[in-house]
Structure formats: structure tokens, C-alpha cells
């Protein structure tokens, strides 16, 4: 999910796109799945945008024989799962309960705490009744300076304010830091 929902790439070592997409890309070719973009033709791009919170691609499988459409999504947990009817248990699609969401969701809270960004990665031929096959936690250390920055404007009496889109959790794990 997390190579064919993407736009970035990552030639000559160097990244030609968003990082948060990068950093997708990076793991993906620590698992030797690189290569995964390249079995499906995007037929239909559904952009990431601040009120969706999720970013969905819609894939022809390059097989043959294969004729059906397959929709690639990634986001934020909570928009994610509500378009998910099941979760992806061992290679088996299983029924997602009330369990086992608040247990999703306990996971990406741990992950926010320990500073990660959560992204959650669902797939399914419904974008209505997909499957929830995982989520990742992406550092995303201060940009160089801002540590710097913050205590300059903190001694000469400035209120500092974050605003983010990060879930609670990752918010407070990296104002901490």
C-alpha cells in the first residue's frame, strides 16, 4: 500500500517528493517490495487533502487474467478504519469489532507517544468496505533550528503555540522534545 499509494520516488539516491511518501518508499525497499508500484496502472488518483486526512489510489493489476480494480489507501487511522469493513488477520480477512478498533487505536497512541506519525494502509475493491492491513510509525524530527529558535523566542517573553495536524499524542511527544 505504501508503494502504489504515492507519488514520490527515490532515484540516485535522492527523493523527489513529499517525506513523509519517502520515507514509505525507504521501507518498502528495506523489505525488498521496491518493486510493488510496478505490478498496477493507476486508473484513478483520490489526493490527500486536510479534510479527508487520506490519500486512495485505484490500481488494474498488471496479471493477465486479472480484470478487477483495487483500491490502495493510506491516513490517518481513525479516517482510515472508517472506510474498512475488515482487518487483515494472517493473510485472512477477518471482521473488524469494536475490540478490535479501540485496540488499533491504543497501538497508534503508543506510537504517538513515542513521537511517531501514524499512517494506517487499507485495501479492497469497495472504498466502502475495505480491508485495514497495518499502520506505520514515521519519525519526523524539528526541522535544523527550531530547537534553537524556541529558546530564543521563549526568553524574550513569547508565547510559542504548535499547530499541527499530528495526532494528540505525537504532538506532545515531539513539543517535548
Known amino acids: ?8 520516488e527515490i532515484r540516485n539516491e535522492t ?18 517490495m521496491h518493486d510493488t508500484r510496478s505490478k498496477y496502472t493507476r486508473t484513478l488518483e483520490i489526493p490527500f487533502s486536510s479534510d ?11 496479471k493477465n487474467n486479472v480484470t478487477q480494480e483495487v483500491y ?5 487511522l481513525e479516517r482510515v478504519l472508517n472506510q474498512c469493513k475488515t ?23 503508543m506510537f504517538g507517544r513515542s513521537g511517531l506519525r501514524v499512517l494506517a494502509m487499507a485495501v479492497g475493491t469497495d472504498m466502502n468496505a475495505l480491508t485495514f492491513v497495518g499502520m506505520v510509525g514515521i519519525i519526523d524530527p524539528p526541522r535544523p533550528g527550531v530547537i534553537e529558535s524556541i529558546h530564543t523566542l521563549l526568553g524574550t517573553g513569547v508565547s510559542i503555540k504548535m499547530v ?3 495526532a494528540e499524542e505525537t504532538a506532545v511527544a515531539i513539543g517535548e522534545r
Open 1 to 8: 500500500v505504501g508503494c502504489v499509494c504515492n507519488n514520490a
Open 15 to 32: 527523493l523527489y517528493g513529499q517525506p513523509t511518501e519517502g520515507a514509505l518508499l525507504a521501507l518498502a525497499m528495506k523489505m525488498d
Open 164 to 166: 499541527t495536524g499530528d
Open 87 to 109: 482487518f487483515n488477520n494472517y493473510g485472512t480477512p477477518a471482521t473488524l469489532t469494536v475490540k478490535r478498533l479501540e485496540m488499533f487505536a491504543e497501538e497508534a497512541k
Open 72 to 76: 490502495f489507501m493510506k491516513g490517518a
Open 52 to 62: 479527508n486526512k487520506w490519500m486512495a489510489v485505484k490500481c488494474q493489476p498488471l
